[in-house]
């Protein structure tokens, strides 16, 4: 067994996307069931200033790489230098995020590492000293367990908002460890030039989300979901016949072919519930359907269905939101 469970971290502008601090939390209670200790890589672009808050989250030590040319993901630049930390810490895990960058980076890791990738894990568990991993199948119809036969790195990437947050020990502070790795040269012809985020909820990270389907008629409807997302604090997703449609940009996209979400709250408006959609939503902890069909699909995976027109519901239900957070404040 290696020395300590390794979580890859992901930095992005200034600060540490929250899906790091949730698979840090995870690698501390895996770390500590196994009797080890925890230890992160940092790579980006003055990731070097905030490396040490990462142990509020349970790391103890952080292997980092800081580089201006590593101020955006690019496999090429990335890769080798998470690969050979990775080896420094000798780690009996490696964990990752399931994030867009992560899904690339783990795939990618697991190839040089020569080891097995099992993404998206939604659980680990540690039992007799052993690792094994929930991840779906079949488009999220199902869920298997795997394990790593003896010897093998076990290497995981976890969905984002499932793993439970530490409560941060704002007086623990982690090692840093610089290290001297080269920077790769790019020598792909993409260059990352801007992040444009809009100032958006970014989706995958969203506690609420708020998405629209083919039952919104035409993109102008989309206002209605906008301006209730606004009061609910929400992001605005849809479905991918309303991207197919040219409603929403393919980013918006959620289900199998766009993003895997797990909001606290998902309202899905105008949606079928077809199982593309559902692989990409299924997991959210409380869902809500708006359908003027009693017998859409979406409604048996539905923890509150509402069989409504969603004209008539949307800007009712947004009034008395409004409402009730004039009372609460
Ligand atoms: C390989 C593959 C990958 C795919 N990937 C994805 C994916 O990533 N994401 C995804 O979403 N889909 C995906 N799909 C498409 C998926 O199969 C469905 O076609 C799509 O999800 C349907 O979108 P929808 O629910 O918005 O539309 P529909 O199925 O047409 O449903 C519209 C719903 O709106 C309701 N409605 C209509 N008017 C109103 C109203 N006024 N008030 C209330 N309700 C109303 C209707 O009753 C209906 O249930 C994929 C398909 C394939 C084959």
Redesign the pocket.
């Known amino acids: 067994m290696g020395n300590c469970i390794c979580v890859i971290a992901e930095f992005r502008g200034a600060n540490f996307r929250r899906v790091t601090f949730e698979v840090a939390s995870e690698g501390r209670r895996i770390a500590d069931s196994l009797g080890i200790g925890l230890c992160a890589v940092a790579v980006g672009s003055g990731v070097a200033a905030r490396a040490a808050e990462l142990g509020r989250y349970g790391v103890d030590k952080v292997f980092v790489r800081d580089d201006p040319a590593l101020e955006n993901y690019l496999a090429e630049t990335y890769v080798p230098i998470v690969a050979e930390a990775v080896k420094m810490c000798d780690p009996a895990a490696v964990i990752l995020p399931a994030s867009v960058d992560g899904r690339d980076l783990g795939a990618r890791l697991g190839a040089r590492l020569r080891v097995t990738l099992v993404q998206d894990c939604v659980q680990i568990a540690c039992e007799g000293g052993k690792i094994r991993a929930k991840w779906p199948i079949f488009?999220g119809k199902c869920f298997a367990w795997s394990d790593w036969s003896e010897g093998t790195l076990p290497l995981m990437s976890c969905r984002p908002n499932i793993m439970d947050c530490l409560v941060p020990d704002e007086s623990r502070q982690a090692e840093v460890v610089m290290l001297d790795l080269p920077v790769p040269e790019a020598r792909s012809s993409v260059k990352s030039i801007d992040m444009d985020t809009s100032g958006k909820v970014e989706l995958s990270e969203a506690e609420i989300i708020v998405s629209?389907?083919?039952?919104?008629?035409e993109a102008g409807n989309f206002v209605m979901l906008e301006e209730l997302a606004q009061v609910l604090g929400a992001a605005v997703g849809?479905?991918?016949?309303?991207?197919?449609s040219g409603w929403r940009p393919h980013s918006d996209?959620?289900?199998?072919?766009?993003?895997v979400v797990t909001p606290n709250l998902y309202i899905?408006?105008?949606?079928?519930?077809?199982?593309?959609?559902l692989?990409?939503m299924g997991y959210s902890k409380y869902i809500v359907a708006?359908?003027?069909?009693p017998d859409?699909?979406?409604f048996s995976k539905a923890d509150y269905g509402v069989v409504?027109?969603?004209?008539?519901?949307v800007p009712a239900f947004k009034e008395e939101v409004i409402k009730l957070k004039s009372t609460c404040s």
Not at 253 to 259: D, L, S, W, Y
Not at 308 to 313: P, R, S, Y
Request: overall charge positive; hydrophobic content about 40%; charged content about 20%.
């Open positions: 488009a629209g389907g083919r039952g919104m008629k849809a479905s991918r016949a309303a991207v197919d996209q959620v289900g199998q072919t766009g993003k899905a408006v105008g949606i079928s519930g077809a199982i593309q959609h692989a990409g708006v359908n003027k069909d859409a699909p979406i409504e027109d969603l004209f008539k519901f």
